[in-house]
Structure formats: C-alpha cells, structure tokens
C-alpha cells in the first residue's frame, strides 16, 4: 500500500517570495509521483508529474518538483509566488499498474500582498 | 477539446434516499476514476472503469457503486445516503488504464450535501 504525508497543512507567504511545499510518500512498489492544485469550487488541475528520469521535474506557471528516492520526499518549489497562487496543492503517488492515485492531506498555500 | 464534465454540480439529498451522478469524460478517453473529497478524510479513491469493467475498488461500502457505459460516460450511485455522505464528488478521466502514469483530468466535482 501506498501513502502520502504533506507535514505542513497551511504555508502563508507574501508576494514574490520563495516557497516549497512538503510531500514524502511510503511505498513497497515503485511509485509514479504527481502534484495537483485546487482552487476554490473546482476541480483538480495538474501541476507536474514524475514519471522516470530526471529528478527534478518542471511543471505549469512556473512550479518545479525533485524527486529524492533515498528520503522517498517530492517538495514542490516555486521561485517567486504571486497571488494568484493562493490554492490547496496536493502531493499524489500511483503505483506501477494501477491508475488509483493515493493523495496526501493538501497544503493550503496564501499568498498575500 | 471539452473537459471532464459532470452533472449534476449541486445536489441536496435528505438521508436514506439514493442518488446518482454521471460523469461524461474527455473525447477518446475510456478510463473513468471517481473519488471522494471531504475535510476529514480528504481525497479518497472510489473506483475506476475501464472498457464498461470495474478494474480498482476503493474502501468504501458496498451502498456506493458504479457502471460505465459503452461511449465510456460513466455513473455513480449511493443508496441509502448516510450524513457522511456529504461529500465533494470527482471524476477524472484518462485515455487508458492499468498504467499508473496516465494524466488524469478532474472534471469540476459535484458537491453533495446530505440533510
């Protein structure tokens, strides 16, 4: 079986800042490794996914991702946030074979002025 | 190319009653998945169809079912709705299955409240 652990349930920042977003996962198998983003009444949208090969893997409006195999950890990091990236992100793992996708808890990020 | 699509959006159902949601996926697409969202249990898989067959079964009671029909829309039904119920439903589609590393699209959820 495979879970999913996001240590940090709100991450507040201000514009322009730096900031990463915690995912490590726990799994037995070889897992694919995905990250998703939810803004308020809608749906899922992806953000970036590791599949094989590099490890730092990069995403949509300017997200990138690395993948640590020895501290089973995929953080998510962008540069400089705006607000508009004020959302729920959500750290997500698969296992080869399967198409369910196990989901950590969701990191609320605020972006402010 | 439409998105995932899923219908009803709103749904207000009182408990012991029955209810069902489709779910229409992107064109070409023949993998349905849906999943339930909930401040306490967060984001939790249900099922997943592909070619009209039940290939995974999350962990939930047998009242929550599903089919998936031969265009590959797919339905869920939950019988005899409990409070707990209430939930943010979602739907994602893929073009195939049984890969792991399919994209899968979300459609917009439907959000049900149970009375």
């Known amino acids: 079986a495979q879970s999913v652990t996001q240590l940090d349930s709100q991450v507040p920042v201000f514009e322009e800042a730096p900031v990463e977003l915690r995912c490590n996962y726990s799994s037995s198998v070889s897992v694919y490794l995905f990250w998703y983003v939810q803004y308020p009444n809608q749906g899922l949208q992806l953000l970036l996914k590791y599949l094989s090969g590099s490890t730092l893997v990069k995403g949509i409006n300017g997200f990138e991702a690395e993948f640590n195999k020895s501290q089973t950890s995929f953080h998510l990091r962008k540069p400089s946030v705006h607000i508009s990236d004020t959302a729920e992100y959500f750290c997500?793992?698969?296992?080869?074979?399967?198409?369910?996708?196990?989901f950590g808890t969701g990191t609320r990020l605020l972006v402010s002025p | 190319k439409a998105g995932v699509t899923q219908t009803p959006r709103y749904l207000i159902k009182t408990r012991g009653q029955q209810v069902t949601l489709s779910c229409s996926p992107i064109?070409?697409?023949?993998?349905v998945s849906w999943y339930q969202q909930t401040p306490g249990q967060g984001l939790q898989f249900l099922f997943e169809y592909f070619s009209e067959t039940q290939r995974n079964k999350g962990n939930f009671p047998g009242r929550f079912s599903g089919r998936q029909f031969s265009n590959s829309r797919s339905e869920m039904n939950v019988s005899t709705l409990e409070l707990g119920d209430s939930a943010l439903y979602l739907c994602a589609s893929s073009l195939t299955s049984g890969g792991g590393y399919n994209e899968q699209f979300f459609g917009p959820g439907t959000r049900l409240t149970v009375l």
């Open positions: 997500a793992v698969s296992a080869t074979g399967f198409q369910k996708l196990v």
């Open positions: 064109s070409g697409h023949r993998s």
